[in-house]
């Protein structure tokens, strides 16, 4: 276990679990976090080694152990120390494209290729826990079957980038204006402030704001059409268990001493939404 400054953000939103005397499975980082951070510090050294620690791994390719880091205001995150644990497929091995980059391939990206993106962002945070471990799926395919990463040409040739990412429940430190994808399992409200509606994506447990959306009429339309779940939280303004992944540009807020991030969608094409079934 490392103590140590540095930025929150993260992309593991859930991990790939082997407990000692159960089947692996896929497993929550909010439900690891709630499990271990409020604990006194040798309570958390305790669990994690005997109940954790070894036992975590990359839940896109099954490969890479992660590891516990804790944080000077006592957050506890996941982390990789070795990018090549990860298998050559998974987009966690490679560096992120730049913010220009990313820029100029949104322009370029069809609707299909954004669809791809928001799906495997959906698969990054829902939980399945009947899944089987699939190493070998995760090799075999081909690196350009996987839509978050992005093969690039630079002056030597071609290099392979991963398009950003971050779990809405720990985006951390982003550069403001950084386009990336965002997924995460939250609560929905959807809100209207006289010409503008805004969808707020909460955090699960105690329902802070993460993420706040503002949607123009067009797209609450579409929405609307596409989702009965919109049209079910405006009329009954209920709050709705989601997968949520979201293509944006993002802007860090901050209000009462909380931090929340805000964007404009800027079409409905950047934007999926999937309930989400507790069980
Ligand atoms: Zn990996």
């Not at 593991?12 to 929550?28: G, I, L, R, V």
């Not at 954790?52 to 992660?66: H, Q």
């Not at 980038?161 to 982003?174: D, E, L, Q, Y």
């Amino acid at each position: 276990m490392v103590n140590q400054k540095m930025d929150n953000g993260s992309s593991y939103e859930k991990f790939w679990f082997t407990p000692e005397s159960q089947d692996a499975t896929e497993m929550a980082v909010t439900d690891w976090i709630e499990e271990l951070e409020d604990l006194p510090y040798d309570k958390l050294r305790d669990v994690y080694s005997t109940k954790y620690e070894k036992r975590m791994f990359c839940s896109e390719c099954y490969c890479a152990p992660l590891h516990m880091v804790r944080s000077t205001k006592n957050k506890i995150f996941l982390r990789t120390y070795d990018k090549h644990k990860h298998t050559e497929r998974c987009s966690h091995r490679y560096p992120k494209l730049g913010k220009k980059a990313v820029k100029e391939l949104i322009t370029r990206l069809s609707d299909n290729d954004l669809q791809k993106k928001l799906e495997a962002g959906i698969s990054l945070c829902t939980i399945d826990k009947k899944k089987k471990r699939s190493v070998e799926n995760s090799e075999n395919g081909k690196i350009e079957d996987n839509p978050l990463l992005v093969t690039v040409q630079t002056n030597g040739g071609y290099s392979t980038k991963s398009f950003p990412r971050r779990s809405i429940n720990f985006i951390g430190r982003v550069e403001d204006d950084s386009i990336m994808l965002l997924y995460g399992n939250v609560r929905i409200e959807v809100l209207e402030w006289g010409e503008n509606s805004y969808l707020h994506a909460k955090r699960l447990k105690d329902g802070h704001l993460l993420l706040s959306i503002k949607i123009t009429s067009k797209v609450k339309r579409y929405l609307r059409e596409k989702y009965d779940m919109i049209d079910k939280a405006l009329n009954e303004k209920v709050q709705i268990n989601v997968h949520l992944a979201v293509i944006c540009s993002i802007w860090r807020n901050e209000k009462n001493g909380r931090i929340f991030y805000n964007t404009t969608l800027r079409g409905s094409q950047y934007i999926l939404l999937k309930e989400h079934k507790t069980e």
